[in-house]
Each structure stands twice: as C-alpha cells, then as structure tokens.
C-alpha cells in the first residue's frame, strides 16, 4: 500500500497533525468506563475527528460529532475502507495478539469486513433473507424465550436480569431464527464463551465453533426449513460463505441486543417517567428504548474505517493506514444536534444502528426482541424494582460495547407459567 507517511511503530496519528493536541486521548480503562461522555466532551473541544488510543499501544481516530460520523458512514466505500487490510499496524504485526482492539478490529471473511460488489453480495444475502422473518412470529418466540427464562428466577423473589435475562435472550432467539437444534446451539454459546474468554484453548474453540457453523449448514441443506440458514443457502453462500455469515449475525445481533434490553431495563426502573407508566401501560417501552438508543447506545464506538488516499474534513488531514472508529455515542449526544433530549422517544435519527453502506441491517427485528423482551419481564415480575442504588450498577469495561455488568431485581415470588424443568 502506498501512503505519504509510513507510521513508525507505536506512533500515533497526533504526533503527524499540523498543530498535535497534547497526546491521543484513551478509549478505554476505567475512567472511560465510568464515565464515556466525559471523555467525549473532551475528545470533542478537540475537533470532529480526533486522534485516540483505542487499547493499549492501538492509536487512530475518533468521530465524536454528528457531521463527522455521518460525513465518513456515508462516504464509505468511496473515500473511506472497511477492509482492515489498510490498517498498516495490524500488517506489521504490531497489535498485540491479545488486544481487544485486534479481537474487534481484525479481518474476518464476512460482509462486515468487506467493501463494493463483494459487500453488496454478501450482504444482499443476509438483507433478503432477515426481510424474510416474520416479525409476529418473531415477537411469540421471544415471549416463550422470555417466559422460560423468566421461570428460572420466578418464584425466588430476586435476580440478576442481566446474567439471567437480558444475556441470554438474544442468543437463544439467534438459534430459533436460524432453525438451530438446541444441542447444536448450546455447543455454539460454550464454543463463543470460550473463544471470548481468550483463554489457552481460544483456538480449538474457535475450530469448535467454526465446525457447528458447519455442521447447520449442512443440515439445513439436506433439510431446509422456513429458517434465516436456509434463506442464506438459497441464496448461494457456499459452505465457508455460510459459516463466516452466520458467526457474523450471532457476533452482530447477540452481544448489542443484549446490551439494549438490560439499559432499557435499566430505564424503566430508575426513570420516574418511565416507572411506573411503564406498568400502567400510559407510555410504551418502545419510547424508553428509543431514548437509550440516544443516550445510552449498545455499540458506542465501532465502524473502523480507513482513509483511501489523502482525505481532508473540516482541515483535519486523515493520515492513511490508522483505523477512524464512529462514535455513536458521542455523535447523538453531539450539542449542535438540535434534538431536545425530551424529544427523543419515537424520534429515529440517531445513529445507534449507523448509517451508510453497512448499516444494521435489522433494526426492526432488534427492536422487536428488545420490546417484547421488556414487556415480559415487566408483565410476569409484579413489583419489579432495583435491589441496589442506581449508583452501584456499572458498566463492563469495553470501548465498543456498552453494557451493564449486572441487573439486580426484586419482585413479589410468582408462579412458572411454563411446564419446563429446573
Ligand atoms: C439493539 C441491537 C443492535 C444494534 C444497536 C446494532 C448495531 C449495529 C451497528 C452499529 C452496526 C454497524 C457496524 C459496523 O459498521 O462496523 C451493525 C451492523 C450489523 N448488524 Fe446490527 N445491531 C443490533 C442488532 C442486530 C440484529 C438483531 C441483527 C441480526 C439479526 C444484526 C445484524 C447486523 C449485521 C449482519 C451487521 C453488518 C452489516 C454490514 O456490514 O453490512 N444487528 N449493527
């Protein structure tokens, strides 16, 4: 790859700027953690686009206004890249293996990572077959998941709606969309557990994983059913195709959705213009999950993309081969965004679901899990209330993901509806 500058080991794009602001500011750690916008804010009395380590020793950009993350999403493939093949610390084998910038950021056979005519296609596939859910029937197999989870916890009183509830929801829906077999499906969830966890058997795991992504795949081909892994197949993904796009829908669709209904859960219960409402049925949950949407997006920073050739916004010079990251999060929080923050439920304009080329591609069905799995716990726990302080609720650390670390609840005990064993 050709570019004016070549980065030099640990270099950061700050130091190449005409006038370098002190340092790139870090995206990660505890500080961030505990409280992102703040450090947005000082990200943006930076500029739009701003020069961040993005994990320890990771340096590159972030978008932190609303024109800057619309300007890149949209001009993406035609001045920006997906392909991490142009993150030239990466080629060099300067991130570390263990960072999770590279877990997060690393090539990977998938629409996600892909840019023109290979993206369209790839991606067609999995717009045309998602398009092809019926939400309804969605919407009643997310209130029988709810509801058999709900039963594990129902009569104790008390639980953690995160690790009980909000976690496993989305991942147990995955596997109904895509017709998985339940003994199929729980050798994938151990098989993701292990190869997040990093540990020293990662890689087998991953093998693991990859070999079950297989394994649907050719049980869907011999036996096709009215299934996202068959409309995939008649779509003309070949095997590999296959297992490289259904691991990109789980990795896509779990850990996000997941993250939205413990922060709508969240909402409801400590927002007085939520609680309470909420269980009169006066104001839907749909409206306090619109407002996380602005406030509180799942995906906070993610999109890495990189310049093609010299790009200049806003007399920001974007030096080639370093990731620029999209702040969703900052960018719907941008003040020069003229939305009131009472004015947000229903209101759909912000970018928790990007924008452009690569946008999510589902998020209806998002918020159809994300509401019914609301509903239910709401319908099914009388009383529901915090068992902490709001205080004590925290978020896990990450910088592109943002979610609760856990959820305790209290609730009048009640009965199992469902006729599944403990
Ligand atoms: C609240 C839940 C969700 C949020 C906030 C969310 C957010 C996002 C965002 C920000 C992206 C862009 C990522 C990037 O460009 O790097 C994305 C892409 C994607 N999402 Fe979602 N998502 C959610 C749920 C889902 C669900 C339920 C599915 C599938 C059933 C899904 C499938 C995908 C796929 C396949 C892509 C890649 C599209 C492409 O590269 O062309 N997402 N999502």
Known sequence: MTTHHQPVAGHCPAHKQPQPPTGPIPIYGDAFTADPHATYRRLRARGPIVPVEISPSVYGYLAVTYRAAVYL?????????????????????EVPVDSPARMMMQPRDNALWKDGPEHTRLRRAITGALARVDTHVLATTVARIADQLIDFFAADGQADLVTQYSDPLPMLTVFELFGCPQELGSRIVGAVTRVFDGGADSSQANTELEDACLELTHLKRYRPGRDVATYLIAAGLTDTEMVQT????????????????????RRVLTDPRFAGSVHDGVRPVADALDEVLWDNPPVPNYSPLYALGQQIFEGIHLEQGYPILVSFA????????????????????????SAGVHACPAPDLARVIAETALERALDRLPGLVLEVPEDELHNRPGTFLAGLTRLPVRFQPCTRIASYGR
């Open 246 to 265: 259904i691991l990109l829908v789980i990795g896509a669709a779990a850990p996000p959705t997941s993250n939205h209904i413990g922060n709508g859960l």
């Open 73 to 93: 999403l949209r001009n993406t493939p035609a001045r920006f890249a997906k392909d991490p093949w142009h993150w030239e610390a990466l080629q060099r084998g």
């Open 330 to 353: 900052a960018a719907n929080s941008d003040p020069l965004l003229a939305v009131a923050p009472g004015a947000r439920a229903g209101n759909r304009g912000h970018l928790a679901f």
